[in-house]
């Protein structure tokens, strides 16, 4: 099996890959981006932690234009105060996104470099998809 | 110190693609043209405050100095993203009710040519062996892999996000563009003066969905300038100078409070409530006082959101607001009768001094065929990401 690397650190390849966000020791708000600190209180002290894989569209467009091509794009809220922004795989029409939409993670191998190595991305699907 | 601020001259160029003029030309075309209308010479301006994007980092307010003349005050060059021209505007105030000067120049101006939508993408080479790069430790290319954070995108997802709470559909999108095309073929300064179907709307390429090629501004040139003056200076201004100034009610600039993710997708929506809310307690006035509106359109689905945000429609109501015909320009609160971004244009740095020009013209009663009848109060607000809201209450004079 060839070496394989997340697409973005916070991916946590394995038998379960989930995704993890750094949590603010003092306000626990979440960040999936290294931090200098924490943007609502101020903190300085973050804890790694792994978030839901289930969550709901909060936000949605289909990009038809400026693309290789077209992909549906979402916000993801995980709860916890945890959004995410990623791909929607299996969804081309956008009127086809309602309400309370649930969706849930996935991992695809979506490039390889010159050594061999495959980058591990995630996108969301429909729950029941 | 001054106690009230007003603009006392204000000049546009028309927005377009000016290849054969740079970045100054379009700025001294405003610049004089407002001199003249305030009867003033750059000699009697205390200090320049000058807004541009693109070309920010070479000191543009002294090039503009250099080519109309050098008096020696004070010059700020402003970047504030596509709220770049409001915060211009709102040094040259600052300024004032400071006690540093009396008269205050700010300008706004920029250059895009056609330099496709705003934030486009260009492709770039892969890389060939995977290093985790920057903040995110990503390795491949993240816009179209994890979502869309191009401005199309953005303010898709934000028009899609009421849209899923308020039940907002496509149509009262596109109802915004057929408005606001429809209001810029009045107006001889617009980049665009061309009329649109709802029909032709919804059935054009789209761009990112909701969003339709005429639910997105264009990139393009322009210039707009303003000038501010004290209460002191004004009462011995020429009459007719003091008969035309307009009152600076409000300006109040705000950027992006914490909300849990609002560093995944803009919120476009807190800070500018925040705004609004601070200029109706400073000027005094309510929603239900307003004449006319220029807001920031740069996608149809960001004029919807801002309804709500300015509170000119019920919360939650922008779709009815839209349906209502309320926004358009014989309808209870005119907004964008300009043509707005998505028709008039969008130069960024011009963008906000531009909003500004169009209410003073209607307060003054000068807009020709586009004015709106009687107009004392108008707001003028603009937002730029990530994030920088500027809001303008602007009231004729008593």
């Known amino acids: 099996m060839p070496a394989q690397i997340p697409a973005v650190d916070y991916l946590v390849l394995g038998n379960e890959p989930h995704l993890q966000v750094w949590r603010c020791d003092d306000c626990s708000a979440a960040y999936f981006?290294?931090?200098?600190?924490?943007?609502?209180?101020?903190?300085?002290?973050?804890?790694?932690?792994?978030?839901?894989?289930?969550?709901?569209?909060?936000?949605?467009?289909?990009?038809?234009?400026?693309?290789?091509?077209?992909?549906?794009?979402?916000?993801?809220d995980l709860g916890e105060g945890v959004h995410v922004k990623a791909n929607l795989r299996g969804v081309d029409d956008p009127n086809l996104i309602t309400p309370d939409f649930k969706v849930r993670m996935f991992t695809y191998v979506v490039g390889t470099d010159d050594e061999g190595t495959e980058a591990v991305a995630f996108a969301f699907e429909p729950v029941g998809s | 110190m001054s106690n009230n601020v007003w603009v006392i001259g204000t000049s546009m160029t028309r927005f377009g693609r000016f290849g054969e003029k740079d970045l100054m030309d379009l700025a001294v075309e405003a610049t004089s043209g407002a001199l003249k209308d305030a009867d003033l010479d750059l000699g009697q301006i205390g200090l320049l405050a000058l807004?541009?994007?693109?070309?920010?980092?070479?000191?543009?307010?002294?090039?503009?100095?250099?080519?109309?003349?050098?008096?020696?005050?004070?010059?700020?060059?402003?970047?504030?993203?596509?709220?770049?021209?409001?915060?211009?505007?709102?040094?040259?105030?600052?300024?004032?009710?400071?006690?540093?000067?009396?008269?205050?120049?700010?300008?706004?101006?920029?250059?895009?040519?056609?330099?496709?939508?705003?934030?486009?993408?260009?492709?770039?080479?892969?890389?060939?062996?995977?290093?985790?790069?920057?903040?995110?430790?990503?390795?491949?290319?993240?816009?179209?892999?994890?979502?869309?954070?191009?401005?199309?995108?953005?303010?898709?997802?934000?028009?899609?996000?009421?849209?899923?709470?308020?039940?907002?559909?496509?149509?009262?999108?596109?109802?915004?563009?057929?408005?606001?095309?429809?209001?810029?073929?009045?107006?001889?300064?617009?980049?665009?003066?061309?009329?649109?179907?709802?029909?032709?709307?919804?059935?054009?390429?789209?761009?990112?969905?909701?969003?339709?090629?005429?639910?997105?501004?264009?990139?393009?040139?322009?210039?707009?300038?303003?000038?501010?003056?004290?209460?002191?200076k004004l009462a011995t201004l020429?009459?007719?100078?003091?008969?035309?100034?307009?009152?600076?009610?409000?300006?109040?600039?705000?950027?992006?409070?914490?909300?849990?993710?609002?560093?995944?997708?803009?919120?476009?929506?807190?800070?500018?409530?925040?705004?609004?809310?601070?200029?109706?307690?400073?000027?005094?006035?309510?929603?239900?006082?307003?004449?006319l509106v220029e807001l920031h359109d740069c996608f149809a689905t960001a004029e919807l959101l801002h309804y709500d945000n300015l509170g000119l429609c019920e919360p939650g109501g922008a779709g009815e607001f839209i349906d209502s015909g309320a926004p358009y320009r014989d309808g209870r609160i005119p907004v964008n009768v300009s043509g707005g971004l998505l028709s008039k244009g969008h130069p960024l740095g011009a963008t906000g001094v531009a909003n500004i020009y169009e209410i003073v013209t209607h307060l003054r009663g000068e807009a020709g065929a586009r004015q709106i009848e009687g107009a004392k109060v108008g707001l003028a607000h603009v937002i730029g990401l990530a994030s920088a809201c500027g809001v303008h209450i602007l009231e004729k004079r008593a």
Request: glycine share 10%; hydrophobic share 35%.
């Open chain 2, 238 to 291: 020429d009459p007719d100078v003091r008969r035309r100034a307009v009152k600076v009610s409000a300006s109040v600039l705000t950027s992006d409070p914490y909300v849990d993710g609002g560093q995944v997708q803009a919120d476009i929506n807190t800070l500018t409530r925040n705004a609004a809310a601070q200029a109706y307690e400073k000027a005094g006035v309510g929603p239900a006082d307003l004449d």
């Open chain 1, 33 to 76: 981006d290294r931090r200098n600190g924490c943007a609502r209180c101020f903190g300085t002290a973050f804890t790694r932690q792994p978030v839901a894989s289930e969550g709901v569209v909060r936000a949605f467009t289909r990009v038809e234009r400026g693309a290789k091509e077209p992909f549906t794009s979402v916000v993801v």
């Open chain 2, 51 to 232: 807004g541009n994007v693109y070309e920010t980092n070479s000191h543009h307010g002294q090039r503009l100095q250099n080519q109309m003349g050098q008096t020696g005050i004070p010059v700020y060059n402003v970047v504030n993203a596509c709220a770049t021209g409001a915060t211009a505007v709102r040094v040259a105030m600052m300024s004032i009710l400071a006690g540093e000067t009396d008269l205050g120049l700010a300008v706004g101006v920029e250059q895009m040519g056609k330099m496709g939508l705003i934030g486009g993408s260009k492709r770039r080479d892969e890389k060939k062996v995977y290093t985790p790069k920057g903040r995110y430790g990503s390795v491949v290319k993240t816009e179209g892999t994890f979502g869309t954070n191009l401005m199309p995108g953005v303010f898709a997802q934000a028009g899609t996000e009421y849209a899923l709470q308020h039940g907002v559909t496509q149509t009262q999108f596109a109802k915004v563009a057929h408005k606001n095309h429809l209001h810029s073929t009045l107006n001889p300064l617009a980049q665009y003066q061309k009329e649109f179907s709802l029909e032709e709307i919804l059935a054009a390429e789209v761009i990112a969905w909701p969003n339709t090629l005429p639910m997105c501004c264009p990139t393009g040139d322009g210039a707009a300038a303003v000038i501010l003056c004290s209460d002191a």
